[in-house]
């Protein structure tokens, strides 16, 4: 039915930052974000991950979980020293390869869950919510797309990749305000589906939700999903330059660079 | 204030699949579907139903109560023997007529009522779900879009009038785990409006929303209901060639061929 | 950080049907409509309501509260008798007025609040909707866009705006039936934020919500909140001349003429 092919013993398993694992009998892989201290999505760590995805589409995986292997961080978003005094080839190369990261895992053809077990802030929330499903470890963690809260904007795919989970009010005032919400807060606006009080619940919940996909044929699900996530998928496809240039154009303004040089600061103290 | 010229009594009353009459002080249409054993939707079913709307325009009805004459079952959906082993020139004109008949029912400028009065799964839902009201009979029924459960998929159209009704996230989910909600679980995710224990009280209830529009204007009404549903609807009349390319295509593929074979084979059962 | 140049002194101040001040301290400002008895929007109040937040844009202002200083009315919505028996060219100014004044309240660069100190129909209820949060006084008032009851229609970008709050499914059920929801319905709805018992908690509510931008940069709020109000924005923009044309013709009509001339009969009355 599928063939992992040794994928758990490729060399990404043990000195990695992302450990890869299929389960033989169910098909489930599960990617484990490893990437001390706090799962920073930088340019290779995102290139790591959508090798792996595009590795388990090629072993036709019948369904993957997302989680980290860290202590108390799910992942903290986009490595913020990417855009700090960046160099602007690296700079439109990260940024590239988090579009095509994100395009890859939001349109899986195979269902993904992510095992929320830690602070999931801005790209940490953005990847929560690209995958199908989301069970969260409560109660003391947070997660949210907080951008405005370091003077920055979620592109509009951010934007419309929360507007698909928790509708347009709910994503306005969230974006916005840049609020991070608990998981009991999560949970009631529908930005978690699941509160767990650990990651073993969450993974047997998680495992769970994807044996709802045992008897569906992948392809019905994949042009099903593919479907419904089209329209924002399609924008991202239509505006990749137009999206690089926003970014390279704002992320380098001064004001944008005091704010974050501003915020680095604050995380060394 | 509208015509029935005498439509109970027209040959579709008694001999017919489809049975319609018109309230004379009200202007209330009942079309009742009674095509043993399950309502299924074959392409001369269909071509009566968007005769039947057709002929309420005409006549200028205030509303419409869509109901099922038969025990337990609302109606099962299309016919799934249109699709198995189909005659090419068949296939084509049984979907154009359910495109066209959804079109109708999903723009009629009187509104509907879907009483759902027995399981209503996959083109049963749609049709529930293109009327501007669900009143749902329970609690042993089911409702849903379960066509990932049959190996085939819900094209564009059915998906965006339930996230009409439901919004992107729960029809999301409900699409692609091609999931059955008991009365209940519609009620409590929206895709019903309300639950009643029989099917007299679901007509009561019914018609007592159509009192809702006993001093709106008909051409307020019609016009205020086509702005709203004006995206869908465009979007299936741009496309419907590519959405007829696509059915056939697909329906015709060896590998659905060996689902619907499966399915119609576990039917027999 | 803002500078109000005596706003508050300016000739709107005193003999004014508007009455703006901006909080020093916050930097909040305050537009309360005082236009005798119902705050109806007629060509010269709107042109009056947009020439302020204009000012309030240039003095660059952290939020603004928008209120009613009458008893029991928030604001009417559209003044009814610039539709009937209009001078076709006032007509049309008053409907271009009324675009722009929305395209301006919509996409304010601050945060905006409506305290809802009174009943909201139509219009009164849009403006509501159009501010990024609502506090609406309870129990006894009620707000929602009830054209149809008029026998008009509310135009595309009006139910868009609903959408936006409530989303698709309830905005249509609204829509049709032209229903008014008394604060507790609407607050069960969405389409209000919260329900206190009087102004002065409605004004403190609001300005608490204003709170959460203290510390977020005024441009990131900007580009985050256009992003996201920019496709209702943008259908206005490209169909202006379309939508005045829509409303040119159809006011002008015997039939809403008629249904009109009623509706201010019965108000006499």
């Not at 758990?8 to 033989?24: F, G, K, P, W, Y």
């Not at 269902?111 to 801005?122: E, R």
């Not at 044996?211 to 019905?220: H, M, V």
Request: some cysteine; aromatic content about 10%; overall charge neutral.
């Amino acid at each position: 039915m599928f063939k992992t092919n040794g994928f758990i013993n490729c060399r990404h398993a043990s000195q990695s930052m992302l450990q890869s694992t299929v389960d033989e009998k169910s098909g489930i892989a599960t990617m484990t974000m490893n990437k001390s201290p706090v799962n920073s999505l930088n340019l290779e760590f995102l290139d790591e991950i959508k090798t792996h995805l595009n590795k388990f589409e090629k072993d036709n995986v019948r369904g993957m979980i997302l989680t980290s292997g860290l202590q108390k961080v799910f992942c903290a978003g986009l490595d913020i020293t990417e855009f700090y005094n960046p160099n602007p080839d690296r700079l439109a190369k990260f940024w590239t390869t988090l579009q095509d990261t994100w395009l890859t895992l939001y349109t899986t053809p195979f269902p993904t869950v992510a095992v929320i077990n830690g602070h999931s802030p801005a790209g940490g929330c953005l990847f929560s919510m690209s995958c199908d499903y989301r069970v969260m470890v409560g109660p003391m963690y947070s997660i949210g797309l907080n951008e405005t809260k370091l003077g920055i904007v979620a592109p509009k795919w951010f934007q419309d990749t929360m507007v698909a989970v928790i509708g347009q009010r709910k994503a306005e005032i969230s974006l916005t305000t840049g609020r991070m919400y608990t998981t009991d807060e999560a949970l009631q606006i529908g930005l978690v589906d699941e509160s767990v009080p650990d990651t073993d619940s969450a993974l047997i919940q998680g495992k769970q939700f994807l044996n709802n996909f045992k008897r569906i044929s992948p392809w019905a699900y994949k042009m099903t999903k593919n479907i419904g996530r089209q329209p924002v998928v399609q924008w991202l496809i239509d505006n990749k330059q137009e999206d690089l240039d926003f970014v390279m154009k704002f992320m380098q303004s001064p004001s944008v660079q005091t704010s974050l040089g501003n915020y680095l600061q604050s995380l060394k103290k």
